[in-house]
C-alpha cells in the first residue's frame, strides 16, 4: 500500500503529512488529541541520515510534547549496505534510533509501529520490533533475509530450511509467522481507523512478545527462558 493512501485511510484526505526523500513526517489530530506520525516509503533503505532523522523527530516529541502517542509507518529494506554508512558508523546510528525510541517508552509515550509495506532485517529491529507493539497490514511483507540466504550463513540446505520453515515459524518468511511468533502482535484488517484506535487505547505497555511467540506456539522457549533469567537474577 502507498503511503498517502494509508495515511488518507487513517487520518482523512487533509492530514498534513509530509515525504521528504523517504522519510515520512508529520503531526495529526486523531480521536480530537495530537499524534506524532513518523516513518519510512518507497522501501527505504536505512542509512545514517535516515536513522538519525526519525531518532530527531522521536527526541523531538519526546521535549516538546510529553505524552504524546507515536506511531511508526514501517516500509523499509532493512540496513543500508554503503561503504559511506559503514564509515559513518550506521550501527551506532541505528542503535541511537533504537535507543531514542525506548527513551519515549519509558518517558509514557504510547509507541505504535505499524508495517504497511516492507519491513526487513535491521530496519524493523530499530523501529516496529522496539514499539510498544508491532502491527501489520495482511499484505505486508515481512522477513530477515530469504531462505537462499539463510543457507549461506547457516550451511544447511535451501531444502532443509523450506521444509523447517512449514512447521516452524523462526525459519519462515511472511507476516503471519511473525504474528506467530509474537513480533507482530495482530493484523489490522477492516477500518483501520477504528484498529488504530483500539491499540492506541489497548496495546499493553510491557513486552508480552515471548509470552505471545508462546501462547501461538511460535516461540515456544523465549518465554521460559526469560522468566528462569529472572528468576534467577
Not at 527526541?59 to 511508526?72: A, C, E, F
Not at 505471545?212 to 511460535?218: F, Q, V, Y
Request: aromatic fraction near 4%; charge should be positive.
Amino acid at each position: 500500500m502507498q503511503w498517502n493512501s494509508l495515511v488518507t485511510q487513517l487520518f482523512g484526505s487533509f492530514h498534513g503529512l509530509r515525504a521528504d526523500g523517504d522519510f515520512l513526517q508529520g503531526e495529526v489530530i486523531f480521536e480530537r488529541e495530537p499524534l506524532t506520525v513518523i516513518g519510512t516509503t518507497n522501501h527505504a533503505p536505512i542509512g545514517v541520515r535516515l536513522a538519525l532523522a526519525q531518532a530527531r523527530a522521536v527526541l523531538d516529541t519526546v521535549r516538546q510534547h510529553p505524552g504524546r502517542p507515536i506511531l511508526l509507518l514501517i516500509d523499509t529494506q532493512g540496513q543500508q549496505l554503503r561503504r559511506r554508512d559503514e564509515l559513518l558508523g550506521i550501527n551506532r546510528a541505528m542503535a541511537h534510533l533504537g535507543a531514542s525510541i525506548d527513551l519515549a517508552r519509558r518517558r509514557g509515550h504510547r509507541v505504535i509501529g505499524l508495517v504497511y509495506d516492507q519491513a526487513l532485517s535491521g530496519g524493523f529491529i530499530t523501529s516496529g520490533l522496539i514499539a510498544d507493539a508491532c502491527y501489520a497490514l495482511p499484505e505486508a511483507e515481512i522477513r530477515v533475509m530469504r531462505i537462499p540466504a539463510m543457507a549461506r550463513v547457516t550451511k544447511l540446505p535451501e531444502d532443509r530450511l523450506t521444509e523447517l520453515s512449514k512447521s516452524n515459524p523462526v525459519f519462515a518468511p511472511g507476516v503471519q509467522n511473525y504474528v506467530a511468533m509474537g513480533g507482530v502482535r495482530a493484523l489490522w484488517t477492516g477500518d483501520l481507523q477504528t484498529r488504530l484506535r483500539d491499540a492506541l487505547a489497548h496495546t499493553p505497555t510491557e513486552d508480552r512478545r515471548a509470552r505471545d511467540g508462546a501462547e501461538r506456539g511460535g516461540r515456544r522457549l523465549a518465554a521460559a527462558v526469560v522468566q528462569r533469567v529472572l528468576d534467577a537474577a
